[in-house]
């Protein structure tokens, strides 16, 4: 294949975003999806309504038109869907990028169908692939999910939520509602401070009333077929159960970041480097793009404040060009 401009690994609203403005602005670009179009908002859950109001959402100012202030998950999908195909953006669908190497100054992209040849590379991966894990036994059981998906599942069933941020609380009430005996299993002493507002106290109203049994300062010591064991304050206490939603949060790809070449810090949040003028990471050429610029600190970026890492991005690239193309003709002036 022919050199080209840009690389973007991942087909999210960020990498999409990239697309666009490198198409605007006049580089050859492929996006390269290991799933279907925004492969993470196609997975979340059904009902899924965003913290964010759509126009916030919107990338490149193409309007976003939603039935209410904040928009649900169909309607993001048909948003960034109707992106892709009316600009019709350079995507190759589930295709998945295994590699990313530079060699005399080019990137050499291999994937799970074909191999690339690129200027530069912007990884906007995301960091909704790899859970966190609880770690401990029985986690691997088929009954325990690190994804939620649909309420209805759960209708009748005993069911135990970990976990005290959006993802756990929106679960907990909405099998709750459909049905299911929930135990919501918090390592604090409340729920999360970041659930979206009008959920919050939807949620501690029917912690109050007992409806959702809640077990604040409480962590998972095992999990078994029939049962689920935390510990509380008050001791180990054993909860009869049918099924797990483990929604203790996500992390990006470190080791496909590491071996890509860029260096992360050695605290725990294990931040990439990158320049935030630029988004180039300490390889040059290779840039980051969305949510995975925050490293373990997911909730840092998100597609409102991140959407203008694509025209960072572009600019950077094209100014990077042009100066080497001056000091390319100075030289073979001189
Ligand atoms: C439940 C939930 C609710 C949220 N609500 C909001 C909200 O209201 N407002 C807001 O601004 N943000 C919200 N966020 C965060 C937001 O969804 C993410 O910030 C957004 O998806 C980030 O976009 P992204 O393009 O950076 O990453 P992603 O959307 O995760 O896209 C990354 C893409 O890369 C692909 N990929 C990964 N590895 C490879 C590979 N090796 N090869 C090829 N492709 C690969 C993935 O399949 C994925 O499609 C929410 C997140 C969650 C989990």
Request: charged fraction near 25%.
């Amino acid at each position: 294949m022919d050199r080209i401009d840009l690389l973007i690994v991942g087909g999210g609203p960020i990498g999409i975003a990239c697309g666009l403005e490198a198409q605007k602005k006049g580089l050859s670009y492929i996006i390269i999806e290991k799933g279907p179009i925004v492969n993470s908002l196609f997975n979340y859950p059904v009902n899924m309504q965003f913290f964010s109001s759509s126009e916030r959402l919107e990338i490149d100012n193409i309007p976003f038109i939603s039935n209410e202030a904040k928009p649900k998950r169909n309607e993001a999908l048909e948003y960034y869907r109707r992106i892709v195909t009316s600009n019709n953006l350079r995507i190759n669908l589930f295709e998945e990028v295994e590699e990313v190497k530079k060699e005399e100054g080019l990137f050499f992209i291999t994937t799970s169908k074909n191999s690339y040849r690129a200027n530069n590379v912007v990884l906007a991966t995301g960091f909704y692939d790899l859970p966190n894990l609880l770690k401990v036994p029985g986690e691997g059981l088929a009954k325990v999910s690190h994804y939620y998906k649909d309420p209805h599942y759960y209708a009748g069933q005993k069911l135990a939520v970990i976990g005290a941020s959006n993802s756990s609380i929106d679960a907990a009430l909405e099998c709750w509602r459909k049905g299911a005996e929930v135990s919501l299993i918090i390592r604090g002493g409340e729920v999360g401070k970041r659930v979206k507002y009008w959920v919050r106290p939807d949620i501690l109203n029917r912690i109050e009333e007992g409806s959702i049994k809640a077990y604040y300062h409480s962590e998972v010591v095992r999990i078994d077929p029939g049962e689920i064991i935390i510990q509380t304050p008050k001791g180990q206490i054993t909860l009869e159960n049918d099924f797990v939603l483990a929604l203790t949060g996500y992390m990006p790809n470190f080791e496909f970041l590491k071996n890509s070449g860029v260096t992360l810090s050695e605290d725990a949040n294990k931040l990439p480097t990158y320049n935030p003028d630029t988004m180039e990471t300490n390889i040059s050429g290779l840039y980051l793009a969305g949510v995975i610029c925050g490293g373990m600190e997911t909730h840092k970026w998100f597609i409102e404040n991140s959407r203008i890492h694509a025209k960072i991005i572009v600019d950077s690239i094209i100014s990077t060009t042009k100066k080497s193309n001056n000091k390319k003709a100075l030289s073979d002036n001189a």
